[in-house]
């Protein structure tokens, strides 16, 4: 069994953003970013997938949720702090 541990991809700024953190989305370049990751891991067999409930962790990994067909499991013990 092998476990990759993904870092949320490139979001809006904490300084632009006026609304609880929690909700802080990717940026463009962070949703591009999400769909590489996604072609990474095209060719691995992903049987389980954990995100936290913030949800530029939840843009980050739903390209490669839907093409692996797997559903996220989500965790408020993954989010920081």
Do not use: N
């Amino acid at each position: 069994m092998k476990i990759f541990v993904v870092r949320h991809a490139s979001a809006v700024e904490r300084f632009l953003w006026d609304g609880d953190d929690s909700e802080r989305p990717l940026d463009k370049m962070g949703a591009d970013q999400s769909l590489l990751i996604a072609e990474f891991f095209s060719e691995i067999k992903i049987s389980s997938i954990y995100s936290s409930l913030a949800v530029r962790c939840q843009q980050t990994i739903w390209p490669t949720a839907r093409q692996s067909d797997v559903q996220v499991e989500l965790s408020d013990a993954l989010f920081e702090g």
